[in-house]
């Protein structure tokens, strides 16, 4: 095999994992993990139902699957240092609006507009599109470094932003936040992306190897490679989405604070932290469907927790285990599919990824019309851990790094 670097330093790379890590923190930290704490005052302030609450973020959901392949051909073709600053003005704007909205509706429109253009541009999609490019060697370790900003965005955030809302309300909390994220995220961006990754050369005997091929969308689409883990992956983000976006008004019911909400957020960001490093770590030796079934099995076990009525330690506990099993999703995730696929075409393949991953979006606004309906979570739960099992029978049929072809 004859391979040639075109790389401009051996350290470089690092600097965009730190990066990546800072930018996921700030998006994925405000937008996803903080949005759970917005519930409550929402529902007071503008008197409508949690569905209605949860169809912000379903909407949110739905954008980003829905522009995610667009934006992830952007990001095979085009430089990443313009396409992140836009999303970092994109969401400080967006967040700044959010403070004026006097109707619901207004807060549902800039969830469907601004905030998910600026979470594809500068958050998870953008940065394992740069990780992974320049990334051969140690790119799960780099992946799972990179994602732990998510974890990190989620333990931090959320307190701030419950001190934020207790201190000023939920106005001016999120007009600080959009503030946060433009004078931190676009001049770091501007500073440290000045620098492309390196061009590849892999040829095998002539032939075009793994990470120098460009897949087509149909090619893609048409890969049982690309349908398995995502298969795999849908019932986890609805999963997700159904406990964390509904977790500040749950807390709620039981009698809790919404102190006690931000801290089980951030005991989920901690946990995954570690569920990061763990599974991005292991994947690049560890056969990945046995790295899915473990995943899967400590999340129907965080699921059995949140049933009932629970305590505030077992609140704790669910919280736990659903930080290690969620944890391992965006590493795997990029690790099972540019081992397949490659990176010449990652973002392409990544964006139609998250186009099929929206299908789990209706996790939040399921648990919130559930309860409307029945005035408890537990029939969602239910349904979450029954539709595990039939997919890690699917992940069984995953092809192996070396026969992905």
């Given amino acids: 095999m004859k391979v040639r670097f075109l790389a401009p330093s051996p350290h470089y790379r690092w600097y965009i994992v730190a990066l990546t890590l800072v930018n996921q923190a700030l998006s994925v930290g405000i937008l996803v993990y ?128 419950s001190s934020l809302i207790a201190q000023y309300e939920w106005q001016s909390a999120v007009l600080y936040l959009g503030l946060i994220v433009m004078l931190l995220m676009i001049p770091l961006n501007l500073v440290v992306l000045r620098q492309e990754p390196p061009k590849v050369e892999l040829l095998v005997g002539g032939v075009p190897a793994l990470d120098a091929r ?47 909400a931000a801290q089980l957020i951030a005991i989920t960001s ?24 473990l995943m899967a099995c400590l999340l129907v076990l965080s699921l059995q927790f949140f049933e009932g009525s629970p305590d505030k330690f077992e609140l704790m506990v669910a919280a736990c285990l659903q930080g290690l099993a969620t944890g391992g999703v965006m590493p795997m995730m990029g690790i099972m599919y540019a081992s397949r696929f490659g990176t010449s075409s990652f973002g392409r393949v990544l964006g139609l990824v998250n186009l099929v991953l929206m299908t789990g979006s209706f996790g939040s606004i399921f648990s919130g ?26 992940m069984y049929f995953l092809p192996d790094v070396e026969n992905a072809d």
């Fill in 369 to 394: 019309w559930v309860f409307d309906m029945t005035q408890s979570y537990d029939i969602a739960f239910w349904f979450f851990s029954g539709c595990l099992p039939p997919c890690m029978l699917v």
């Fill in 270 to 293: 901690l946990s995954m932290i570690v569920g990061k490093f763990f599974f991005g770590s292991l994947g690049d030796r560890i056969d990945h469907r046995k790295l899915y079934w």
């Fill in 34 to 161: 903080s949005f759970a704490l917005f519930v409550v005052p929402w529902l007071e302030e503008f008197n409508v139902n949690r569905s209605q609450v949860m169809a912000a973020i379903f909407i949110f959901q739905v954008i980003i699957g829905i522009l995610s392949p667009v934006f992830g051909r952007l990001m095979d073709q085009y430089a990443m240092r313009w396409l992140v600053v836009t999303g970092g003005a994109l969401t400080g704007v967006g967040l700044c609006l959010l403070s004026l909205a006097n109707s619901f509706w207004q807060i549902a429109v800039i969830y469907a507009t601004f905030l998910p253009v600026g979470m594809i541009l500068c958050g998870t999609l953008a940065s394992q599109t740069m990780v992974t490019k320049w990334f051969t060697r140690k790119r799960g370790l780099a992946i799972g470094l990179s994602a732990m900003g998510t974890s990190m965005g989620g333990f931090v955030f959320p307190l701030i932003t």
């Fill in 214 to 260: 460009s897949w087509t969308g149909r090619e893609i689409l048409t890969s049982k490679k690309f349908w398995i883990p995502v298969i795999g992956l849908v019932p986890i983000n609805a999963a997700f989405g159904g406990v964390q976006f509904n977790l500040g008004a749950y807390v709620s019911d039981l009698g809790m604070t919404q102190d006690v």
